[in-house]
């Protein structure tokens, strides 16, 4: 074993493929197959397992991962102590659903350092491909929400992949639209009233279930849908289509600037936003202080955090 080897696997993971990890290390793919291969017989174990849609880690590969970070943690404090080196590149990624104050708490994240290097990701993505980005390490951590119509199919998903869910806020749903919107003089709207208009949701893929929706209210029955990929392209729809979304109704006008608004929603639905971890791995520096300026800016917005129990 090297430590060569052990960043080898990290790569592979972080990528999520072979052949994309190859690229980055600038080596050949049977090279790093290979590589792969030789770890696998020494130690007799298998660390991936492959099919024909690609690869991701096997039980015996979780553990040797955790270990692995370990292990090139350690190396890095020694080379920094007795051989004056850098610090290795910082890198961080996270994994979300489409929400402006989790890319605000990102930026204020990186705003923060003053290391020469860093290597950080923000994947704005879809709810499945969150939960297998943390349960397959590619992702320190994952924000999104629960209530009472996804909590039990979600909450068992979280289990069956060994995550864990740690509620961050409770959110009163809200409505994002245009500041020219014939509804955007109004203090609160309700169902009813948004009928005529073009609901905005995130589509979710093969995963297309209301249980995946990032949407409260998924099932109600609409005349007119527009799925998205994005949130940029979604918000340009608010602005010019007279759209709506259904949100949590943090905003943030510095990235978003003045032409979204949030209008409360009457409903006795509600979002329970939160984080998932993968138990396996402890959170980096980078994660934890992520999570920080998270509740900062959700107590600036006046709602209220959640304690750790």
Known sequence: MTLQQLRYIITIVNCG???EAAKQLFITQPSLSNAVKELEQEYGITIFNRNPKGISLSLDGSEFLSYARQVLEQADLLEQHYLKKMPAKRICSISTQHYAFAVNAFVNLVEQQDHDEYEFTLRETRTYEIIEDVKNFRSELGIVYLNDFNEKVLGKLFKDSGLI???LFEASPHVFISSSHPLSGHSSVTMEELKPYPFLAFEQGENN???FSEEILSTVP????IYVSDRATLFNLLIGLNGYTICSGILNSNLNGDNIIAVPLITS????IGWIENPKIHLS???RNYLEELKNLI???GLEVYTEK
């Open 17 to 19: 493929s072979i052949s």
């Open 165 to 167: 869910f740690h509620p």
């Open 209 to 211: 279930s209301f249980y």
């Open 222 to 225: 609409r005349k007119k849908i």
């Open 269 to 272: 639905e509600y979002m329970r």
């Open 285 to 287: 520096i980078f994660a």
């Open 299 to 301: 107590q600036k917005d």
